[in-house]
C-alpha cells in the first residue's frame, strides 16, 4: 500500500439547527487502501453520516469540514461540482440500506443500470444493456434477462440489493461504501448478498468500507474495523483480532450479545462511560 | 396453556391466494417461553397475528387456556392474551403520551387506580415516573420498547405475544430488553411466545421452539439441542451456520434467494 485510495485527516461533520449546533462526526481519521474496512457503531454513532460525507452526500444543512480528505490524490473539499459528478457512481460508488427506498420505483431495474452506466461510460445503447446483463448476471441472478424488464416492486428484497449492487459496480468503481447493505434483508439472503459482494470487491481489487451496527457480521467479513461512539473512532483493530478489543465501549458490545455457544444470564448491558464521548 | 391445532391462514381467493400458514400446530404449557423462528415471509408473525385475531383463521383450532378462541375475541381474551409489536417507533400513538397510551386499556376495561397501575407498570418496565408525561419522540428506542412492554403488561395478562421485540434495537438495547423480558417472565409467571429471525435471542430466551419456512413449520425443537448443534434439520443448520457470521468458504444455503 504505497498511496492510500482514500486518505481522511480530521473529519467533521456539524448540523447547525435551531436547537445549537450538532457535530455528528468529530474528527475521525482513517486511510484506506484496496481493502476491506468496517465502521461499525450503534445509531447515532455517526458511521452513516461519515460515509456520506467522503461521497459529499451530506444532507442540508450539514457542514463537512476536515483537514484532508482525498480521494487517490483528488481533494474531494476543493473538487469543482463536475469533478464530484463524475466521481460520485463513478470511481466511487454507494450502496444503501433498504432497496425499497433507493431504487427508482416507476423505472426497471434494466434501465436503472443503463442508466448509470451510461452516465459514466461513453457508450450505445445496445452495449450499455449487454453490459447490464453481464452485471445482473455476475450477481447471480437466475434469469438476468427477465430481472432487467422487472421493476422493483416485482422483487424480493435479497434481489433489489443484489440488483443495487448491480447499479453500483456496473461502473467499475474503486471504492464501494456500503451502509449498512443487509441490515433489510433476511440472514440467508443477507449472507448470499454477503458472498456475492466479497467475490466482486475480491476480484476487482476494490477498497471497500463497510458500514454496519452488526459487530459480529463486520468482523468475520472485513479486514480492518473502526468502532464508532459518538462522533470518534474510539479502536481500531484487525477484524481477527476483534477478541482481543481493548476499549470498554467494544468489549461491551460484544458481550451484550446472545450467542448459541454459552448461555449468560442476565446478559451483561453496556454501561456507558461518559468519559468514552470526550 | 396455549394450543395450535392445524393452523391454516390463506389471504385472497382465486389467483390472488396466499397460503400464508399451512397446518401448523404446537403447543405452550403455561410458564413456558415458546419460540417461533424464520426468514421473512415464513409465517411466523402470521400465526402470532392469528392468536391475537388480526389475521384470518382459515381453518384450524387455536385454544387458550382449553377454550377455543371466538372471532372476534372477546375482552376476556385481550386479558389473557396481549402482544408487543416490532418496531417501537411505530406501535405507539405519536401524539398520545406515555399516560394515555397506557390508560387506555385501563378504561377499556373498566379498571380503577388508573394512576397506581400506570405508576406500577413503569416501575415493572425499569422506567421511573419522571416518564409518565412523555411523547414517544421524546423517548429512545428501548424506553419506547419498554413503554410498549408496560403497555401490554398492564392488564396482567398470562400470555404475552412478542413480535421481534428487539429487532428495531441497538445491540446494547437488545440485551437490556431481553434481561426485562426474562425477569417478567420470572416474576409475574407469564407465558411467552416469541416471533425472532435471530436464533440466539430465540435460544436465550425460550426453552422450545419450532423453525418455520413458506409457512410451514420444519422443525420443533428445544434451545438445548441449538446449543449442542444438534439440529437435524438441513435448514436449521443453515440458519445456525447464517446466525454465526459471514464465513468466506461456507457452502451456500440450499435454494435460498427464493423469490
Sequence with gaps: ?278 | MLDIQKLQVVFGTGRLRVDAVKDVSFHVEPGEAYGLVGESGSGKSTVLRAICGLAPITSGRVLVDGAEVTTPRSKAFYRTVQMVFQDPYASLHPRHTVDRTLSEPLAIHGEKDTETRILQALREVGLGPSFRFRYPHQLSGGQRQRIAIARALILRPKVLLLDEPTSALDASVQAEILNLLDDLRRKMGLTYILVSHDLAVVAHLCERLLVMRHGEAVEETTSAALRSGAASNEYTQSLIQASQGFTRNAKPPLQSLAG
Excluded at chain 1, 490524490?73 to 464530484?84: F, N, Q
Excluded at chain 1, 433489489?160 to 451502509?179: E, F, K, N, S, Y
Excluded at chain 1, 456475492?196 to 451496527?213: A, K, N, Y
Aim: proline fraction near 5%; include cysteine.
Design chain 1, 1 to 278: 500500500m504505497t498511496k492510500p485510495l482514500l486518505d481522511v485527516e480530521d473529519l467533521r461533520v456539524r448540523f447547525h439547527l435551531r436547537t445549537g449546533t450538532v457535530e455528528a462526526v468529530r474528527g475521525v481519521t482513517l486511510q484506506l487502501g484496496r481493502e476491506r474496512l468496517g465502521i461499525v457503531g450503534e445509531s447515532g454513532s455517526g458511521k452513516s453520516q461519515t460515509g456520506r460525507a467522503i461521497l459529499g452526500l451530506t444532507p442540508p444543512p450539514g457542514e463537512v469540514t476536515a483537514k484532508r480528505l482525498a480521494f487517490d490524490g483528488i481533494d474531494l473539499l476543493t473538487a469543482s461540482k463536475r469533478t464530484l459528478r463524475t466521481l460520485r457512481g463513478g470511481r466511487i460508488s454507494m450502496v444503501m440500506q433498504d432497496p425499497k427506498y433507493s431504487l427508482n420505483p416507476v423505472m426497471t431495474i434494466g434501465e436503472q443500470i443503463i442508466e448509470a452506466y451510461q452516465a459514466h461510460a461513453k457508450a450505445g445503447r445496445g452495449e450499455a444493456r449487454d453490459k447490464a446483463l453481464a452485471m445482473l448476471e455476475a450477481v447471480k441472478m437466475r434469469d438476468p434477462a427477465r430481472v432487467f424488464s422487472l421493476y422493483p416492486h416485482e422483487v424480493s428484497g435479497g434481489m433489489g440489493q443484489r440488483a443495487m449492487i448491480a447499479m453500483m459496480l456496473v461502473t467499475d468503481p474503486d471504492l464501494l461504501i456500503a451502509d449498512e447493505p443487509t441490515s433489510a434483508l433476511d440472514v440467508t439472503v443477507s449472507m448470499e448478498v454477503l458472498r456475492i459482494l466479497d467475490e466482486l470487491v475480491t476480484e476487482r481489487g476494490m477498497g471497500l468500507i463497510f458500514i454496519s451496527h452488526d459487530l459480529k457480521l463486520v468482523s468475520s467479513f472485513c479486514d480492518r474495523v473502526l468502532v464508532m461512539y459518538a462522533g470518534r473512532v474510539v479502536e481500531e483493530l484487525e477484524a481477527k483480532n476483534l477478541r482481543e478489543a481493548k476499549h470498554p465501549y467494544t468489549q461491551g458490545l460484544m458481550r451484550c450479545l446472545p450467542t448459541l455457544a454459552d448461555d449468560v444470564r442476565p446478559l451483561p448491558t453496556l454501561n456507558r462511560d461518559p468519559a468514552w464521548a470526550l
